[in-house]
């Protein structure tokens, strides 16, 4: 079992800050790409960041003057520090791990529950 857990969700202010996490635990082998995506009501997910387990960092262009991603592989975590957070960042944020598990050995897509981030004055 692989398990995708996230914290660091909340509501902010505009203008204000928040920082999410993301740690992959369980049966793991490797874990490639980790990524931050977000969900608009009725819409799809879109991908935030991400990075590699190289920590090759790909922000999407709406926030790369405003979010950071990290990555810690010894703890198989990464972090999304969100600045300047305006009202239209607010969506629910989901963690992705792309993952090779000890057993069995087939790597698959995981996913987190999804954490609801809200920006308002």
């Known amino acids: 079992q692989v398990h995708i857990a996230e914290s660091g969700g909340g509501l902010v202010h505009p203008g204000g800050s928040l920082r999410l996490s993301c740690a992959a635990s369980?049966?793991?082998?490797?874990?490639?790409?980790m990524a931050w995506y977000r969900q608009f009501p009725g819409k799809q997910r879109d991908l935030v960041a991400s990075?590699?387990?190289?920590?090759?960092?790909t922000v999407d262009d709406s926030v790369k003057d405003r979010f950071t991603i990290s990555r810690d592989n010894s703890k198989n975590t990464i972090v999304l520090e969100m600045n300047r957070l305006e009202p239209e960042d607010t969506a629910i944020y989901f963690c992705?791990?792309?993952?090779?598990?000890?057993?069995?050995?087939?790597?698959?897509?995981?996913w987190g529950q999804g954490t609801q981030v809200t920006v308002t004055s």
């Open positions: 990075m590699t387990k190289e920590h090759i960092a």
């Open positions: 992705y791990a792309r993952v090779t598990p000890l057993k069995p050995i087939v790597t698959s897509d995981y």
């Open positions: 369980g049966n793991i082998f490797i874990v490639y790409d």
